[in-house]
């Protein structure tokens, strides 16, 4: 059984400009949950998706946004990009809500 | 707040030399506990859950115990191949929706 994919691996962007990194669960998961990893703050929650329903957001600003499409891929935006999102973005998926999570490798973004 | 709490930070053990890590939190509606270990450059691998005091689990060196206050990964015997940093994070409840809400981890190193 295929694990979690997420592309691109790494990306290097300039300040101000946007990102979408996308996220494949494991097939039949439905739940996808985000992740911002720093050496700093570590692994803070960004969203989960269940069902293409957003079920619940952290504490980050509005320019970090998401979606879950019908086959329960999901993307994760972040817009204006400041060079404190430069981070490991991880990606989890699970069965359900209350299911254990299993990750993905992560994209690595660099902002300039 | 919710907060999850790991000690030590780093821990440095012979090969055979047995030890514990500790997590402590302080969260409302706790649903769950996981620990899951992490490489560098790849994401997080789940380990186990643990949902109710005085629940433990095996697997392999590793053993997983859970209390009211706070989680202990017991190793035995470990090897280099132990090596990476552990990482615990509980499961709570966020009107109706999950959150995990991670520690900072423990960067364990086995040396031979």
């Known amino acids: 059984k295929a694990g979690v994919t997420q592309t691109p691996r790494y990306l290097i962007k300039t300040r101000g400009q946007q990102v979408t990194l996308s996220c494949s669960p494991i097939?039949?998961?439905?739940?996808v949950s985000w992740y911002q990893q720093t050496p700093g703050q570590g692994l803070q929650f960004l969203f989960e998706y269940f069902s293409e329903t957003q079920r619940n957001k952290g504490n980050f600003p509005g320019r970090f946004s998401g979606r879950q499409f019908s086959n329960s891929r999901s993307e994760m935006n972040v817009s204006t990009l400041e060079l404190g999102d430069s981070a490991l973005y991880l990606c989890?998926?699970?069965?359900?809500?209350?299911?254990?999570?299993?990750f993905g490798p992560g994209t690595r973004l660099t902002v300039t | 707040e919710d907060q999850v709490t790991q000690s030590p930070e780093a821990l440095r053990l012979q090969e055979g030399e047995s030890s514990s890590l500790n997590c402590s939190y302080t969260v409302s509606g706790l649903r769950g506990l996981f620990w899951y270990r992490q490489d560098p450059g790849k994401g997080p691998e789940f380990l186990f859950t643990?949902?109710?005091a005085g629940e433990e689990k095996e697997k392999e060196r590793l053993k997983a115990t859970l209390t009211k206050k706070e989680s202990f990964l017991h190793i035995t015997a470990p090897k280099p191949e132990d090596s990476a940093t552990y990482l615990c994070?509980?499961?709570?409840?966020?009107?109706?929706?999950?959150?995990?809400?991670f520690g900072q981890g423990t960067r364990l190193t086995i040396n031979p």
């Open positions: 097939s039949g998961h439905r739940s």
């Open positions: 643990l949902y109710s």
């Open positions: 994070a509980v499961q709570v409840n966020l009107q109706g929706a999950q959150k995990l809400v």
């Open positions: 989890a998926s699970s069965l359900g809500t209350w299911r254990q999570q299993y």
